[in-house]
């Protein structure tokens, strides 16, 4: 489970397609990274029963153009819950939710942590 992850996110907008993309960090139950806007996320995580719950915090920079089309007018915090499968770096695109959007994300593993 621990390891470095690209993950690629995928928004239907009213002008068509937004695309973006990131990196996070899985490890101890400690999960870090940062996007293509240059928001930062930091959280935590917990690997049980083939299931990876997570509670991550969203840092987004004042000015930053989300790919959900929002942009913001000052720094902002905002919490995104997230419920995995254990094998979810598999390609698959997952469906949540962020910011009122439909968001379809990919994972990635890059590389092992140990």
Same mark, same amino acid.
């Given at each position: 489970m621990s390891g470095f992850y690209l993950m690629r996110f995928k928004v239907p907008t009213d002008h068509g397609l937004a695309? *973006?993309?990131g990196a996070l960090s899985f490890k101890r139950g400690v999960i870090v990274?940062?996007?293509s806007a240059g928001v930062r996320y930091d959280g935590t995580y917990v690997d049980e029963n083939g #299931?990876? #719950?997570?509670?991550?915090?969203l840092d987004i =920079?004042?000015? $930053?153009p989300l790919t959900t089309g929002v942009k $913001? $007018?000052? =720094? $902002?915090r905002l919490a995104l819950p997230l419920e995995l499968s254990a094998d979810f770096a598999? *390609?698959? =695109?997952?469906?949540m939710e962020f910011d009122g959007r439909s968001v379809e994300v990919t994972f990635e593993k890059l590389a092992g942590i140990e």
């Open positions: 695309e *973006g993309a990274g940062v996007d #299931r990876i #719950r997570a509670s991550i915090i =920079p004042a000015e $930053t $913001t $007018t000052m =720094p $902002t598999d *390609g698959r =695109p997952h469906k």
